[in-house]
């Protein structure tokens, strides 16, 4: 239990369907972030929220849209998804300091399958 | 641009001693990061070198060159619920974590 939660951690759905991912750090961290992992390739970041702030967007496509309601809670809305998106999203927190790198702690991810 | 190298996959005896290598070539240089990921689980840390030399922390050492731009996780005594994913990340002049595909280590009895 790294102190990060996600729901689902399965998830199936079709193209034109529309989902939402969940994730809930209890850590007191200042920083979120959504990566995606697929196979046998390095962890791909998407997003990254400081104090709520969206920070970083790593040309993620449209499809994708992430909110951020306050520092413990992160969203990723998915909506007409295509197959090649279909990895594990795995969410992390971290306490950011200015000018110093912080350990990321990561939520076991959402299994997601896109038929 | 920048990378990250680790080899793919590793199989070691179990009680036995490995080495999993990571060679990296970034924009900027501050610390490395090793991860352990299982199966259907969160990377969990490991352990952060900024500095060169040896960091160790019980059976886990990692080893740090900057100048060779080179670590290695060295595992000893190992045990089966040491199968598993290890991850290398660098964090680079921005700040920003650059990872590598992961070394998935498979320990047979």
């Known amino acids: 239990e790294t102190g990060v939660t996600q729901t689902p951690r399965h998830l199936v759905m079709g193209m034109t369907n529309k989902k939402s991912l969940k994730c809930e750090q209890h850590l007191g961290h200042n920083a979120m972030y959504w990566y995606k992992q697929s196979a046998k390739k390095p962890l791909e970041l998407m997003f990254v929220y400081n104090f709520k702030e969206q920070t970083e967007n790593n040309s993620v496509p449209s499809r994708f849209s992430p909110e951020c309601p306050n520092s413990s809670h992160l969203f990723l809305h998915l909506h007409t998804l295509q197959p090649e998106d279909s990895a594990l999203y795995l969410c992390?927190?971290?306490?950011?300091?200015?000018?110093?790198?912080?350990?990321?702690?990561f939520g076991p991810g959402t299994r997601l399958l896109v038929l | 641009g920048q990378n990250i190298d680790q080899p793919t996959e590793m199989t070691a005896t179990e009680g036995a001693i490995v080495q999993i290598n990571c060679t990296y070539q970034?924009?900027?240089?501050?610390?490395l990061f090793w991860y352990q990921q299982h199966a259907g689980e969160a990377p969990t840390f490991l352990s952060y070198n900024v500095l060169d030399g040896l960091e160790e922390k019980g059976r886990f050492s990692s080893f740090l060159s900057r100048s060779k731009g080179y670590s290695y996780l060295l595992l000893k005594e190992l045990q089966m619920k040491d199968s598993a994913s290890y991850l290398c990340?660098?964090?680079?002049?921005?700040?920003?974590?650059?990872w590598g595909a992961g070394t998935k280590l498979i320990i047979k009895p």
């Open positions: 990340a660098v964090v680079d002049s921005n700040y920003q974590l650059i």
């Open positions: 970034t924009s900027g240089f501050n610390g």
């Open positions: 992390a927190s971290s306490q950011v300091l200015a000018g110093a790198p912080q350990t990321q702690y």
